[in-house]
């Protein structure tokens, strides 16, 4: 900030200075190359804009411009100056992200009734960024030119005096666009010429570069409206309006640019044709906002480089992976991501809040216990004759090996008879459905019932306690008719 202080004060004063030096004295030293290109780089011809170059970054260029008929005298109906050609050699130096500072050095070819080679003023450009430039949206900034008396006498290239050009600059910029406006004032000694007296001027000028190939080729055009400060547009001497068009290219560091126009009211320094080609190095041109986005194959808006699931739109507060549950957690770490869960579970949900995810609960809508997969333990009555129970005991198929998810049942059978020293005794009853034969069947229920006893007795129940029989098909509690009954008569 401290820098932008002194900037702004130098930039003061030396706009102070151009204002006070124009005096009133009358010369045939007037300069009519109105065509100033920017020797800031990454402006728009002489258009300025926010654009910066970073702190000690430089370049240097040149541009070849060629007018034709700038100069016309109508009181005395003739060409005064049929062809001008001027190289403006320049080069710039930026500081503190915050100020450029230009210089250009001119030669011209002026051909009237003669032909003469020439230096033109040497310009001095200083240009301080206020806020935005560089694609960073709206911009403001201000500029201060000075010309110096370097040309020869009476060539219609140089002003006599120094003379100096203040200017407020107003832009946009971003994804390779750029528009700007300027507002200026010149400041320069009087002129008399052809009779007519030329002064201070007032300019306003409009650029826009467009992108053909983001970074690398661009479309610009500018606008220059000049007028006597003090009578605007009240003389047609005074008055210009100027328009060029064309085309910049860049190169790594190297920008290549080719434009062409004229003037469409012809005051003193339009030409009827202006055409103009430039070439500038910079070892690291101004960004513009046009740097090539990085690589997103998913599109959500996270860099490849960045997103841990690049093939997968996603969200940057989970670095680019999805989550589409929306439960807070990323599907790449969700178990269960189409449903919404939460974390204890890895994205589960438990909805009978159990403790039991519901993807390993075989009743998720009813709380139970992880000992019978999420559901509530059996209901066991012990009776004067009996021991009743609500479950299943599951074989596997045509074959007496209890399947481990029966265990919990047969658990709390075992722990029900040690907790009820009372009975004395449990027979262990085993049954089929019809289907198959009949010795096959009875054979089955015996064995599936005598495993039940086994397993009884390996949880600790004493053996004498214990009996089994078989019955085969010959009880059943069911219509064997259906799969329904047949299910329910395959019982233990």
């Not at 201000?142 to 005096?161: H, I, M, R, W, Y």
């Not at 189409?338 to 438990?350: R, T, V, W």
């Not at 198959?436 to 599936?448: E, K």
């Amino acid at each position: 900030m401290n820098n932008f202080k002194y900037i702004t004060g130098a930039l003061l004063a030396v706009a102070i200075f151009s204002w006070a030096m124009p005096l009133n004295a009358k010369t045939q030293d007037v300069n009519i190359n109105t065509f100033k290109p920017s020797v800031h780089g990454a402006d728009i011809l002489g258009v300025l804009t926010s654009n910066m170059p970073e702190h000690l970054n430089w370049g240097v260029g040149a541009f070849l411009t060629y007018s034709h008929k700038p100069l016309t005298s109508e009181a005395l109906n003739r060409v005064e100056v049929s062809n001008l050609f001027v190289t403006d050699f320049y080069g710039y130096l930026a500081l503190w992200d915050r100020l450029s500072i230009g210089l250009d050095l001119p030669l011209a070819v002026v051909k009237g009734q003669g032909t003469d080679f020439v230096f033109g003023d040497i310009r001095l450009g200083l240009k301080a960024r206020v806020i935005g430039g560089n694609g960073r949206g709206f911009g403001f900034s201000v500029a201060q030119d000075l010309t110096f008396p370097s040309a020869s006498k009476n060539v219609l290239v140089g002003d006599e005096l120094v003379s100096g050009t203040t200017s407020l600059i107003g832009d946009w910029s971003g994804h390779g666009w750029n528009v700007a406006i300027n507002f200026g004032l010149r400041f320069k000694k009087p002129v008399d010429l052809f009779g007519h007296n030329t002064s201070h001027q007032m300019l306003l000028a409009a650029g826009l570069s467009a992108p053909l190939i983001c970074g690398k080729l661009e479309a610009i055009g500018t606008m220059q409206v000049r007028t006597s400060l003090t009578k605007p547009f009240k003389s047609k001497y005074d008055n210009g309006l100027d328009l060029l068009g064309g085309l910049r290219g860049l190169a790594g560091p190297v920008g290549l640019t080719l434009v062409a126009g004229g003037g469409t009211l012809r005051g003193f320094g339009s030409p009827a044709f202006q055409i103009t080609a430039g070439v500038e190095y910079s070892p690291k041109p101004c960004e513009k906002g046009c740097k090539q986005p990085p690589p997103d194959r998913d599109g959500d808006g996270i860099p490849d480089d960045e997103d841990e699931c690049p093939d997968d739109p996603g969200l940057k507060e989970f670095n680019g992976c999805p989550d589409r549950d929306g439960d807070g957690i990323p599907d790449k770490d969700d178990a269960c991501p189409d449903e919404p869960g939460i974390k204890k579970f890895n994205g589960c949900p438990d909805r009978d809040g159990d403790g039991i995810p519901d993807k390993d609960d075989e009743c998720p809508d009813v709380p139970g216990v992880a000992e019978f997969k999420g559901c509530p333990p059996p209901k066991i009555t012990v009776t004067e004759k009996k021991i009743e129970f609500e479950g299943t005991v599951f074989f596997d198929f045509e074959q007496a090996t209890i399947k481990p998810e029966s265990f919990p049942l047969l658990n709390a059978l075992a722990k029900t008879m040690k907790e009820n020293p009372q009975i004395k005794k449990v027979r262990v009853d085993g049954h089929t459905d019809s289907v198959g034969a009949d010795d096959f069947n009875l054979n089955l229920s015996q064995r599936r019932a005598a495993a039940v006893v086994d397993y009884m007795i390996a949880q600790g129940v004493e053996a004498e306690r214990l009996a089994s029989e078989g019955f085969g098909k010959s009880k059943p509690i069911a219509d064997n008719a259906t799969e329904e009954g047949r299910a329910k008569n395959r019982r233990v």
